[in-house]
């Protein structure tokens, strides 16, 4: 139904134009006629009513209910006439001995191949030809000129070519529409896909909202009863408050990282920059997970060059950027090993490396691991939403910097955020 | 100390409550489920200091925070379950003392109440006069006045202006001034002091756009430009 009303709009729009071709071709009979003294005034008034009989003809179908309802065939029925008065042109004017007027066939060619391609095209050659032939012929016989067949072979081979020509043409077109179209319509799906993303986002982010105020009372209560306020624990009541207390704040967390997703992508994250030294905010980071990495019998160790590092940051962003890679790493590595976290300044600015001895990530994984919600094949068993490295990378970002993943030297995983630092 | 809890799920309130009852010093806890209900309590019960949620069913908690400033200067904590950074400005600019996110730990708002709490409280530092074409700051008095008018100011904006007023014409870092003002833990929230100098100006300036009063020194922090009787 859409392609054929695009394709009755666009027949619309080529008879209007070939309607306006052909006042043209009138008013030119009706101007130049009289300079060419071969060519009888009564022909030229004839042709050039004609054409504007055809013109006024036209004019009216398009108005016609019967084009809204048939468009191709009201538009063949017109190229017919096309063909038949053009073709009575060259027949009414092939008594001058000059006689030219065949050349305006070419122009049905073009006509022919923009309403119907290439069988439009081939076709009005083809009759073009035919017409040229058989006028040719009977011109030589009534008005005695010469046969030429030399010249009949040389013009008819022109109309040929000429609509062989126009069917590549419009070929061609047909082949950019089509992937013009093409790309619209994948347009059109991932618009559609990305709208559905962020529905899921938005949802996510309305549901960990609700969450927060009962998270605020579970959490609360955790935390009185654990601060034995209330009245002492034993040893068991103890040890579940503390279980509780950490699922609790697994909970928390994924909820954060939800909200922090759905605020990177609607663009609603105003970075609070502060001057701080980069240093100093990758230490406090690294401290603040020390407790964690202890649990699993890992040790942190902090390597970098002296001297201090000044940047321009929104600290707590930053230091959630770099926690992501340093709990990654404590998560991902195996218990008892080490893992190390090197900062270092250069010209491209200052950059942390967080290092490993875990699984690694696969060489096809690489970019996909910082999408949301993916997580690399070779962590199976740990536990995550996989937002932790999509949000860093997006904070690294915002600061204009990086994060990009490397092979540790013997295996393992290395991490590397980069910030730009501001010039001294 | 009298504390208003404001928020519309009773648990959070009875946790705020159970959490200052185990706090030091005796504490009275007054509750209220709505913004109405807050504005009525804070008439009634004239409490020390209001914790207010900001997403209230009916009047929203910066409504309330509004109207609340329009006669009064009680300090203000808000709670934010957004925790989004248009929430939190838009709570200092209205005037709040000081937000927490939730979820939050009910040790550290108890802690947060009694830092503001000791923030409010009329502390005597270096009297004097402070004075600048009609503008003059009674640093004893703790009083600000435009001629002869006088213009309120929180206990934070006025312990903000303080600090920059015990050295004027020089640059106070922004550091420095969270710390003084806030808390050591406030050192890198650049957010309260933007927002409070903002606060600041528009009352004391004659034209806040373009600050003569309180002027930015880029990348250190801030000078009163003031001169000293």
């Known amino acids: 139904m859409a392609a054929q009303a695009v394709r009755a709009n666009e027949l619309v729009r080529f008879e209007r134009t070939f309607n306006r071709a052909r006042l043209g071709g009138a008013a ?16 030229v008034v004839l042709f050039g009513t004609l054409l504007l009989l055809e013109s006024a003809l036209v004019a009216l179908l398009l108005r016609s209910d019967r084009f809204v309802r048939y468009p191709e065939r009201v538009s063949q029925a017109i190229f017919a006439i096309d063909l038949f008065v053009v073709s009575y042109a060259i027949f009414l004017f092939s008594y001058d001995p000059n006689w030219t007027t065949y050349i305006v066939g070419l122009l049905l060619v073009i006509a022919g191949g923009f309403r119907f391609a290439s069988a439009g095209a081939l076709g009005a050659s083809l009759f073009m030809a035919v017409t040229y032939t058989l006028t040719a012929l009977y011109r030589a016989q009534v008005f005695g000129f010469p046969t030429e067949p030399q010249r009949i072979a040389f013009t008819d081979t022109i109309y040929l070519l000429a609509g062989f020509l126009m069917a590549g043409l419009v070929r061609e077109l047909g082949t950019l529409r089509a992937q013009r179209e093409a790309f619209e319509h994948q347009r059109a799906e991932t618009d559609a896909l990305r709208a559905l993303d962020k529905m899921k986002t938005d949802f996510l982010a309305e549901m960990s909202h609700d969450f927060r ?5 579970v959490r609360g209560a955790i935390e009185i009863l654990q601060s034995q306020r209330p009245g002492p624990l034993t040893e068991r009541q103890q040890e579940l408050t503390a279980r509780a207390d950490r699922n609790i704040r697994r909970l928390e967390e994924f909820s954060e990282d939800l909200l922090e997703m759905a605020r990177i992508e609607h663009g609603a994250i105003q970075l609070e920059r502060v001057d701080v030294d980069a240093g100093d905010l990758v230490r406090e980071v690294v401290e603040d997970h020390r407790a964690l990495a202890n649990n699993r ?14 940047i321009s940051a929104d600290v707590t962003r930053l230091r959630r950027a770099v926690g992501n890679l340093v709990g990654n790493a404590i998560k991902f590595a195996p218990e008892h090993s080490t893992i190390l976290v090197r900062t270092h300044r250069d010209d491209g600015g200052f950059s942390v490396s967080v290092i490993d001895h875990g699984p690694g990530v696969d060489r096809d994984e690489r970019e996909r691991i910082f999408e949301k919600f993916s997580r690399g094949r070779r962590t199976s068993g740990t536990l995550g939403a996989g937002l932790g ?22 295996g393992g995983a290395m991490f590397v955020l980069t910030v730009p630092v501001e010039i001294e | 100390m009298k504390v208003l809890v404001v928020d519309d799920e009773p648990d959070v309130r009875a946790l705020v409550a159970t959490a200052l009852g185990y706090a030091a010093g005796p504490a009275e806890v007054v509750e209220a489920g709505d ?18 949620d900001l997403a209230l069913p009916g009047r929203d908690g910066f409504s309330v925070l509004e109207e609340l400033r329009r006669t009064s200067m009680l300090p203000v904590i808000v709670l934010t379950a957004r925790g989004l950074e248009h929430d939190k400005i838009r709570g200092l600019e209205l005037g709040a003392d000081d937000y927490m996110t939730k979820p939050f730990s009910p040790r550290e708002l108890v802690l947060r109440i009694q830092t503001v709490l000791r923030r409010s409280a009329p502390q005597d530092r270096r009297p004097g006069v402070l004075e ?36 004027p014409g020089e640059a106070v870092s922004h550091e420095a001034l969270l710390t003084k003002v806030w808390g050591p833990e406030y050192r890198t929230e650049g957010h309260y002091l933007k927002v409070y100098i903002g606060r600041l100006r528009d009352k004391i300036e004659n034209d806040p756009a373009s600050p003569r009063v309180i002027q930015t020194v880029r990348g250190v922090g801030y000078r009163l430009a003031l001169t000293k009787d």
Do not use: C, W
């Open chain 1, 28 to 43: 030119i009979t009706f101007i130049l006629g009289p300079f060419f003294p071969n060519i009888g005034l009564q022909h």
């Open chain 1, 213 to 217: 105020s009962p998270l605020t009372v």
């Open chain 1, 297 to 310: 019998g890992q040790t942190i160790q902090v390597d970098g060059t002296p001297d201090t590092a000044m």
């Open chain 1, 389 to 410: 490295l999509s949000i860093a990378r997006s904070l690294a970002e915002l600061h204009g910097g990086s994060i990009r993943y490397e092979d540790a030297v013997g």
């Open chain 2, 35 to 52: 913004g109405d209900e807050a504005l009525a309590a804070i008439r009634d019960h004239k409490p020390d200091i209001v914790v207010l």
């Open chain 2, 132 to 167: 600048r074409g009609d503008l003059r700051i009674d640093l004893a008095a703790r009083q600000v006045f435009r001629g002869t008018r006088e213009i309120r100011l929180t206990p934070t904006e006025f312990n903000l202006l303080m600090e920059l007023a015990q050295r």
